[in-house]
């Protein structure tokens, strides 16, 4: 009668262990990656933004000094940097023409995308969107320092810490928790004396940027950069030399690369979920399996 019942419970347990094979890993493929749903454009229209015309920007960067002083207390406020670091989190770049006595200035930072590639490549969820403003911002709290968000960033502008003992992702949040919350307005251009920056909400700067583009076609390219590139950005671009001379990405297209990181996760989820889920009942069924093997030695 014992070895019968034994017989039957080992039966059981295996028959629990099969279910557990096919389940886990449906279970665990199920589970949402840190990119969460698509933002729609279409909501897009009240996002915090701001509009950068190069023909108007004096390269004075009274932006890049104000930045430094609003957000960061360690950096100097009169720091100008010529490029992104981890001491900046906006530069002002030049691309001098062939005459060498003319440059185009441009403003470096952040793009704050719709559809972000470095918030879909985050493990942790660390890097985020906020759903009011459409910002893209950084929790140090929970970042881990892998820098996948860098890697992701078609932009190359995320930077790292890379001398801190407790590095952090440094990168323009469009003052956050500074300039926006207190002023209701950028420190950058708050303090631009040019007007190359205004701000408002991306669906007025589009319309601005495309109204000043069909008012003097002969100052500027027909293009506005950032309202579809990369999936669309919340910093918007004017400027009278084509963007490809400017040091923006070439060949981005329409589309986020946020998508192509989605469909990789969602691939890699499928052969991880097995692995994953064999670890997970390797450990219970092994100690089933002692237990069972023990009580037939006794038997």
């Given at each position: 009668?014992?070895?019968?019942?034994?017989?039957?419970?080992?039966?059981?347990?295996?028959?629990?262990?099969?279910?557990?094979?096919v389940a886990a890993p449906l279970v665990?493929?199920?589970?949402?990656?840190?990119?969460?749903?698509?933002?729609?454009?279409?909501?897009?229209?009240?996002?915090?933004?701001?509009?950068?015309?190069?023909?108007?920007?004096?390269?004075?960067?009274?932006?890049?000094?104000?930045?430094?002083?609003?957000?960061?207390?360690?950096?100097?406020?009169?720091?100008?940097?010529?490029?992104?670091?981890?001491?900046?989190?906006?530069?002002?770049?030049?691309?001098?023409?062939?005459?060498?006595?003319?440059?185009?200035?441009?403003?470096?930072?952040?793009?704050?995308?719709?559809?972000?590639?470095?918030?879909?490549?985050?493990?942790?969820?660390?890097?985020?969107?906020?759903e009011k403003t459409g910002i893209v911002?950084?929790?140090?709290?929970?970042?881990?320092?892998?820098?996948?968000?860098?890697?992701?960033?078609?932009?190359?502008?995320?930077?790292?810490?890379?001398?801190?003992?407790?590095?952090?992702?440094?990168?323009?949040?469009?003052?956050?928790?500074?300039?926006?919350?207190?002023?209701?307005?950028?420190?950058?251009?708050?303090?631009?004396?040019?007007?190359?920056?205004?701000?408002?909400?991306?669906?007025?700067?589009?319309?601005?940027?495309?109204?000043?583009?069909?008012?003097?076609?002969?100052?500027?390219?027909?293009?506005?950069?950032?309202?579809?590139?990369?999936?669309?950005?919340?910093?918007?671009?004017?400027?009278?030399?084509?963007?490809?001379?400017?040091?923006?990405?070439?060949?981005?297209?329409?589309?986020?690369?946020?998508?192509?990181?989605e469909s990789i996760q969602a691939i890699?989820?499928?052969?991880?979920?097995?692995?994953?889920?064999?670890?997970?009942?390797?450990?219970?069924?092994?100690?089933?399996?002692?237990?069972?093997?023990?009580?037939?030695?006794?038997?």
């Amino acid at each position: 009668m014992k070895d019968k019942t034994s017989k039957n419970q080992v039966l059981l347990k295996r028959q629990d262990f099969l279910k557990g094979m096919v389940a886990a890993p449906l279970v665990i493929a199920g589970l949402p990656n840190s990119a969460g749903a698509k933002p729609s454009a279409s909501d897009a229209g009240n996002n915090v933004s701001y509009l950068f015309d190069s023909t108007k920007c004096i390269g004075c960067r009274s932006c890049t000094s104000a930045c430094n002083q609003i957000n960061d207390a360690e950096l100097f406020s009169h720091d100008r940097p010529l490029d992104l670091s981890e001491r900046s989190r906006t530069a002002i770049r030049v691309f001098l023409d062939d005459t060498k006595d003319k440059g185009t200035f441009i403003k470096r930072q952040c793009m704050h995308c719709l559809h972000p590639a470095c918030v879909s490549a985050c493990p942790v969820k660390a890097m985020r969107i906020d759903e009011k403003t459409g910002i893209v911002y950084n929790d140090p709290s929970v970042c881990i320092g892998c820098r996948y968000c860098m890697v992701a960033c078609p932009f190359d502008i995320i930077q790292f810490e890379w001398d801190k003992k407790f590095p952090k992702i440094i990168k323009c949040t469009m003052c956050k928790e500074t300039n926006l919350k207190t002023r209701g307005i950028t420190a950058c251009v708050d303090v631009c004396p040019s007007g190359a920056l205004i701000f408002g909400t991306r669906k007025k700067l589009l319309a601005e940027a495309k109204k000043r583009i069909k008012k003097n076609p002969k100052k500027y390219v027909p293009k506005v950069y950032g309202e579809k590139d990369g999936g669309g950005t919340n910093i918007l671009y004017i400027a009278g030399k084509d963007f490809d001379e400017l040091g923006f990405p070439k060949n981005l297209g329409d589309e986020s690369p946020a998508v192509i990181t989605e469909s990789i996760q969602a691939i890699y989820s499928w052969f991880i979920a097995p692995v994953v889920a064999f670890f997970l009942l390797f450990i219970p069924v092994s100690k089933n399996f002692k237990k069972v093997a023990g009580e037939e030695n006794e038997g």
